[in-house]
């Protein structure tokens, strides 16, 4: 069954930092795209960053950009973002995803599956 | 970078029909795959179309995607409503880099 777990979530205060976890099974993670979705609480679905197969690249929304690091473990199959100069408006509800490749398409897929998510509030 | 814009909520009965619309505030609607999610109360996102009119394996012929260009916007239509397709339905398009979600419809099954 094809899985992915998060972790790493919880309480912070403001310019802190947290890392989030997530572990995948049930498919060759090496090969795929991964990325972070996050949903601030009652609010809708906002895209964070990106990383390709190997780690070599990545990409950051604007929000994030500079306090975000996307990185990945192919050996322990493993997806990571380190947070840092943690702001309020980061509190939410954080997915990864696993990114399938339209076929003959570089950049362009559909997000599945989604870990269960993991909630992450940055309050004093 | 551009927005998808959906609406807020639609409501209709069991056995009808709805239809929800993604329009993107600029480029071209056809420039890029539109997929479509859904989100029950409590639970994780899951994918109903990818590359505009595609259906995951599992997601019944009931759930359909379309483009049109001169509204420039994309459709999702429901068909055949159940009390299981209560849900939150998020467009989701691609540019430059910036993977951008629409705003997202309420559907209820009255």
């Known amino acids: 069954e094809v899985q992915l777990v998060e972790s790493g979530g919880g309480l912070v205060q403001p310019g802190g930092s947290l890392r989030l976890s997530c572990a995948a099974s049930?498919?060759?993670?090496?090969?795929?795209?991964m990325h972070w979705v996050r949903q601030a609480p009652g609010k809708g679905l906002v895209w964070v960053s990106r990383i390709n197969s190997d780690g070599s690249s990545t990409s950051y929304a604007d929000s994030v950009k500079g306090r975000f690091t996307i990185s990945r473990d192919n050996a322990k199959n493993t997806l990571y973002l380190q947070m840092n100069s943690l702001r309020a408006e980061d509190t939410a509800v954080y997915y990864c995803a696993r990114f399938n490749l339209i076929l003959g398409e570089l950049v362009q897929g559909w997000f599945d599956p989604w870990g269960q998510g993991t909630l992450v509030t940055v309050s004093s | 970078n551009f927005m998808l814009t959906q609406p807020h909520s639609v409501s209709e009965s069991p056995g009808k029909t709805v239809t929800i619309s993604c329009t993107r505030s600029s480029g071209s609607i056809a420039s890029n795959y539109v997929q479509w999610y859904q989100q029950r109360p409590g639970s994780s996102p899951t994918t109903v179309i990818y590359?505009?009119?595609?259906?995951p394996s599992g997601v019944p012929d009931r759930f359909s995607g379309s483009i049109d260009s001169s509204s420039n916007s994309a459709s999702l239509t429901i068909s055949g409503l159940k009390t299981e397709d209560e849900a939150d339905y998020y467009c989701?398009?691609?540019?430059?880099?910036?993977?951008?979600f629409g705003t997202g419809t309420k559907v209820t099954v009255l």
């Open positions: 989701q398009s691609y540019d430059s880099s910036n993977h951008v």
């Open positions: 049930g498919f060759t993670f090496s090969s795929y795209w």
């Open positions: 590359e505009d009119n595609q259906r």
